[in-house]
């Protein structure tokens, strides 16, 4: 391939052709096979770079204060092994607080403002939903439109009620708001696709945390003041049973958007 | 790094290590750049395994020197900074083959197709997992002929989807360098992955 063909292959790549050229540009793919070999050979290049590069989940990082920067062995032996401790401590501490399942960790302080305010806003028009819709195959079917994947609660245990579900842009446009209630109060769920989740880490403001489980696909959250999750533990993925997807969305109750 | 004098006069507020809200959103922010700051220290140092090391200590670094940020710039340019780096001594001093890190079930290709990992690739047959298999391999053996700079140019465009003008200053390299690198990198490859006959493979 010639110098000019690959400078022009990588501003198509690049999407820096202006729309004649473009077209231009994929006629001539069309009728050069080295040219047209190039680009799908570039393109399965390009495919494997985005599988093979997959950043990892965050770690929060670590701070300078607990892990002396200069380093000095003894020093730095010691941080360390207070380190250990102190998080040996927090994994027993945790595990004794409340039921399994487990990877429920708090939200960062950017999502908790956006939580809070969507719940704030949902409290202060009085904590009603858009649209109600009580636990079951439909209710397991509308996360699945929705979203892609299905949802539903376990039976409640007293005390928790299912209040309906809204909608508020937060981590996507897609973002679906669960109301509940929790010894009456309101306690407010946030789903969405794992792959829309932002990084997350501990966090707290004013009595209220946000909790977080991942359900396969899909991210949840709590905003609660209480000591841990009440709602997320109760959440599964069900299987979809024969008929399902043919449940209709839309009856007599208030569509949902 | 230009260290400000004390007492200077700024708008908006600034990191202080030994303030806890401050700590709190250097971490924040960190965690929004970290995917791209993960793709440039794995582009210099070669190795996707350690890239995650690499960007920790850069963090690290930061944490301690976060009254040399200036609010209202770029977080991430910052911390490209840093993580360049630390990457570029780490990889100087660690000089090895980069891009070593091959996925695990490529240990395993001797197994019989239908038995081996690869057929557990999900919604993949035996034949067509093999073909992916052997175009990673080969990419990431190209990759390792790719200067840092370069393969970091590279990772930023292709799988971050950075524009020239970002990717130049997260690198702190002029816009043309940057554009260049990928250029040659794209051409290196495709060549590499023509004369191995990986790509074709993966075309039938």
């Known amino acids: ?257 | 790094m230009v260290r400000r004098p004390t007492g200077t006069t700024e708008t908006g507020p600034r990191f202080s290590a030994s303030s806890r809200a401050d700590r709190e959103a250097f971490s924040v922010r960190f965690r929004e750049a970290y995917r791209t700051l993960w793709l440039i220290a794995s582009g210099i140092v070669g190795n996707r395994a350690l890239a995650d090391d690499v960007v920790q200590e850069a963090a690290l670094i930061a944490l301690g020197k976060l009254d040399q940020f200036t609010e209202g710039t770029s977080f991430k340019a910052w911390m490209g900074q840093i993580v360049r780096f630390v990457a570029l001594n780490f990889a100087r001093r660690h000089r090895r083959d980069r891009h070593d890190d091959l996925p695990a079930d490529a240990q395993d290709r001797t197994s019989t197709a239908g038995s081996s990992p690869l057929a557990e690739r999900k919604g993949a047959s035996p034949h067509s997992a093999l073909q992916q298999l052997d175009l990673d391999d080969e990419l990431l053996n190209a990759m390792r002929a790719l200067s840092e700079t370069a393969c970091a140019c590279l990772l930023l465009r292709t799988v971050d989807g950075m524009d020239y003008r970002e990717i130049s200053e997260l690198l702190d390299i002029p816009e043309g360098t940057a554009m260049s690198h990928v250029h040659r990198s794209r051409m290196f490859l495709r060549q590499r992955l023509s004369a191995g006959g990986a790509a074709d493979r993966n075309m039938t």
Not at chain 1, 73 to 97: Q, T
């Open chain 1, 1 to 257: 391939m010639n110098e000019h063909d690959a400078n022009q292959l990588d501003l198509y790549l690049d999407g820096l052709l202006d729309g004649e050229q473009h077209r231009q540009f994929e006629l001539r793919v069309e009728a050069d096979a080295e040219l047209r070999t190039a680009v799908q050979t570039q393109s399965r290049i390009d495919t494997a770079l985005r599988r093979l590069f997959v950043a990892p989940t965050a770690r929060e990082p670590r701070n300078p204060e607990s892990v002396s920067v200069t380093r000095t062995g003894a020093r730095r032996g010691l941080w360390v092994a207070a380190a250990l401790l102190l998080i040996g401590c927090g994994i027993i501490l945790g595990l004794r607080s409340w039921p399994r399942p487990t990877s429920v960790v708090r939200a960062p302080e950017s999502q908790r403002s956006t939580f809070r305010e969507i719940h704030q806003r949902l409290v202060d028009r009085g904590y009603t939903p858009d649209w109600e819709c009580p636990p079951g195959p439909k209710f397991a079917m509308y996360v699945y439109w929705r979203l892609g994947q299905t949802l539903l609660v376990t039976n409640t245990p007293p005390g928790v009620e299912l209040v309906g579900w809204a909608y508020a842009a937060s981590l996507s446009p897609e973002t679906m708001v669960l109301l509940t209630r929790v010894d009456g109060k309101p306690v407010t769920v946030f789903i969405d696709r794992a792959e829309v989740d932002s990084p997350q880490y501990l966090a707290a403001i004013d009595g209220r945390s946000v909790f977080r489980r991942e359900i396969h696909n899909l991210v949840t959250y709590e905003l609660s003041d209480g000591p841990g999750p009440v709602i997320l533990p109760l959440l599964f993925e069900p299987s979809i049973e024969p008929g399902w997807k043919d449940i209709p969305m839309y009856d007599d109750s208030p569509s949902p958007p």
